[in-house]
């Protein structure tokens, strides 16, 4: 007999609706783990203020992340998963990180340093000037 998958618990972060998913830091914390293979965790056995599991519990895949992750994965998205994607999304955690700590930081911050990692992988200066500026390049190049 095939063991019954687990379910979404009430208040996972990929349910509209729930409280997880109406925090915005969380909610964008949920969708750059999915996009780039991160894990991310259920936060319901989660001490909010060690974030850490509570007594006798460990840590548990969130199901919704891998719900979404399996969609994501079907439509080949982590086959074509580029390296410097994964480094821009654990910075963009970083600095998710820093604001559910109180820590301020502005939005030029998050983008010089998208673009210094740009520049390490080899994007142009035209490039790393314009995500600078706050402009996000597309992946589809114009031709004459």
């Known amino acids: 007999m095939t063991p019954t998958p687990p379910s979404r618990c ?11 998913n109406r925090c915005q830091l969380t909610a964008m914390k949920a969708k750059v783990c999915v996009h780039a293979l991160i894990p991310f965790y259920c936060h319901e ?6 974030l850490k ?5 460990k840590l548990r895949l969130c199901i919704g992340w891998v719900d979404a992750m399996d969609v994501l994965h079907a439509r080949g998205h982590y086959d074509r998963l580029p390296a410097w994607q994964v480094r821009v999304s654990e910075e963009i955690l970083g600095f998710i990180a820093r604001a559910e700590n109180g820590e301020d930081f502005n939005e030029r911050e998050l983008f010089d340093r998208i ?3 740009g520049e390490e992988l080899g994007l142009t200066d035209e490039e790393a000037a314009a995500i600078r500026r706050g402009e996000i390049p597309t992946n589809q190049r114009r031709t004459a």
């Open 115 to 117: 673009a210094s990692i």
């Open 10 to 20: 009430a208040t996972c972060a990929f349910t509209p609706g729930t409280e997880a």
């Open 45 to 50: 056995n989660i001490d909010q203020h060690t």
């Open 53 to 57: 599991p509570a007594p006798g519990e």
